[in-house]
Structure formats: structure tokens, C-alpha cells
């Protein structure tokens, strides 16, 4: 293998080349969207109070796009070049969504078919589960989780600097239990390139945010993320993969619930996320997302300690974590509508 192919130096390229292709790329799409007056509103469901261009999301994907497809094309591996084509169809697809609006069926058939080609690319030996499910069990309850992650990414995306920072902090998740698991580079230059980009966004996005992101870009993000966590998972590291997303996880899920429980058409958008309550009981965009990168780093650790044979531990030390941490936001919110 030459220098250029080695995985150490595909990891650093990578990393810099995505974040660069972000950073760049979401000043030139801030112009273009400002000057084209592409703006969201405020409204009684927003956190913010004044106009901001909505789109970052055109230049965040196709950096983390392209920069898969230039890997695959190094290192051969069909699997993350098709996500990258899934990816961008994602983006032109919430694209379309977030200018005129599109219904949740169609939306949510193109996701569940892109996921499922994911799924159709891995070799039946490859099992999310290891083993502790039949085939069809294991693509089926694998497939769900995928879809249920991208949307939830998308869901969660409602506050300044939370997605990038979400983004930065798993990607570099995935490769800290990769080294620990001792599994080897393979995944490592794409979760580079991912935690890059969302670096690259956050000089834009971090608070107070010039622009969002869009569906355009949470999306696909979530999509890709979604690939490399499975990855994880069938690499035998099905604990670190849960816990690396454990606060996002927490916080979509369980005010999906309450929102069902409550009767509301949950595909709508609203305020009723731990952080979004948070922020409405009176603390700042920042406060609330340093909160939730603290609580990240300490989820890193704890797959980092499930990647080298300890999983009952982690597992345990990431429910107190993110415990904690929602019930810090709830703490914030001032008695806030859960």
C-alpha cells in the first residue's frame, strides 16, 4: 500500500479535505441563500426569533459526499460509495421538501428504499446482532433503527451549533471505539470525514447561527451516520453504537412517546424536545448545546470502555449520563410543557 492509500493518512486527508469542502462551501451557499431571500421564519414552533437562511445543508452533504466517493474510489468499498449516492438523493429529495414542502409518505418510502438497498449491500454473514436473531429479524429490526435514526438526526436539528456539534462528536466516537476495538481503519477515513464537516458547518452554525442546516443536510447526515453505527454494530460492538448517540436517542424517543401519548400528528413540527424546552425556559443556545457535548465526551468514553470488553459498565455509566443530562434540561426548562 503507498502513502497515499495508508489508512492513517486517509484519515487526516480526509478529515481536512471535508472540512475545508464545509467551511468553504457553506459561506458560498450563505451568500446564495441570502441573496435569494431563502429564509426561515419564525413561527410559535421555531427557537429563534429572527430570519435566518435555511439550506447549509447543500454544502455540508455534498463535502461529506464527495469526499466518500474519492475514498471509495481509493480503497474500493462499494458499500459507503452506494450511501453516498443514497445520501445525495436524500439531499435533493429534503431539498424539495424544505422549499415546497412534501407529505410524510413519500418522504419516508425514498428513506426506508435507500435503507434498505444499505441493508441488501451486506453479506448475510454480517449480522447486526450477532447471531441472536434470524436474518430477517436482524435486517428488519436493523432497518427500523436506521430509519428511526435519520429521522430522529432531522427532528433533533432545531437549535443553533446542535447538529454540527453532534455530528463532530460521533464521527470521532466511531473512530475512538474503532481503534480501541482494534477493528481496524476501514470506517475511520468516513467518520473523519463526517465529524470534519460538521466541524466545518459549526463556524457558521454555532451560536448565534448565520445559517441552519435544513432537512437537506440532517438528513443524509443522519443517513450516513446511521451506516457507519451499523457498521459498528456488526463489527461485534452493538454497546458502543447505542451509546455514542445515547443523548440523541434519549431525547427523540422519548418525547416521541409523550407526543403520541398526547394525540399529535408526531411528524409535525414542535417545541417539545428536552432541549427545546430548555432553551425556552430561558437558557441560551450555547448553554444547552455545551451541555449536550459534555454529555457526549462522557458517551465517547463510555463506548470507548464497552469497545475494550466492558460493556455492562458502559451500558450502565451512559444511562446515568444521559440521565443526567435530560434531567439537567428539564431542570432549565422552568416547568416548561413536557
Known amino acids: 500500500m503507498n502513502d497515499a492509500a495508508d ?9 481536512l479535505i471535508a472540512f ?6 457553506t459561506r458560498v451557499v450563505l451568500d446564495w441563500l441570502r441573496d435569494r431571500q431563502i429564509l426561515d421564519h419564525p413561527n410559535q414552533r421555531s427557537s429563534h426569533s429572527l430570519p435566518v437562511p435555511r439550506g447549509g445543508g447543500l454544502a455540508v452533504t455534498p463535502a ?17 460509495l452506494a450511501l453516498a449516492l443514497g445520501a445525495l438523493g436524500l439531499m435533493a429529495l429534503s431539498w424539495l421538501d424544505d422549499r415546497a ?4 409518505l413519500p418522504r419516508f418510502t425514498a428513506q426506508a428504499v435507500l435503507v434498505g438497498a444499505g441493508l441488501a449491500l451486506l453479506d448475510p454473514a454480517a449480522l447486526v446482532f450477532q447471531g441472536a436473531l434470524p436474518l430477517w429479524a436482524d ?3 436493523a432497518g427500523l433503527g436506521w430509519l428511526w435514526f435519520l429521522n430522529l438526526y432531522n427532528f433533533m436539528d432545531g437549535i443553533d451549533g446542535i447538529t454540527g456539534s453532534e455530528t463532530a462528536c460521533l464521527g470521532a466516537g466511531i473512530i475512538v471505539v474503532a481503534i480501541l476495538a482494534g477493528l481496524g481503519a476501514g470506517m ?6 463526517l465529524a470534519a464537516a460538521g466541524l466545518g458547518f459549526l463556524l457558521w452554525n454555532w451560536p448565534p447561527a448565520k445559517l441552519f442546516l435544513g432537512d437537506c443536510g440532517s438528513i443524509p447526515l443522519g443517513f450516513l451516520l446511521g451506516g457507519l453505527l451499523i457498521g459498528l454494530a456488526i463489527e461485534g460492538q452493538l454497546v458502543a453504537a447505542l451509546i455514542l448517540p445515547g443523548a440523541y436517542l434519549a431525547d427523540a424517543t422519548l418525547t416521541l412517546v409523550w407526543r403520541l401519548i398526547d394525540g399529535e400528528k408526531v411528524w409535525q ?7 427545546q424546552r430548555a432553551v425556552r425556559g430561558g437558557r441560551s443556545h450555547r448553554a444547552v448545546v455545551l451541555a449536550i457535548i459534555a454529555a457526549n465526551l462522557l458517551l465517547i468514553g463510555w463506548a470507548g470502555l464497552a469497545a475494550t470488553g466492558s460493556p455492562l459498565p458502559a451500558g450502565l455509566g451512559a444511562v446515568v449520563t444521559v440521565a443526567g443530562l435530560l434531567a439537567l434540561l428539564t431542570r432549565w426548562s422552568n416547568g ?3
Open 7 to 15: 489508512p492513517a493518512t486517509l484519515t487526516v486527508l480526509a478529515g
Open 20 to 25: 475545508a469542502f464545509s467551511a468553504l462551501g
Open 64 to 80: 461529506v459526499t464527495l469526499v466518500w466517493i474519492g475514498l471509495a474510489s481509493v480503497t474500493g468499498a462499494i458499500g459507503p
Open 101 to 104: 414542502g412534501l407529505p410524510p
Open 139 to 141: 435486517r428488519l429490526l
Open 188 to 193: 475511520m477515513p468516513f467518520a473523519a470525514a
Open 269 to 275: 413540527p414542535h417545541r417539545r424536545h428536552f432541549y
Open 336 to 338: 416548561v410543557r413536557r
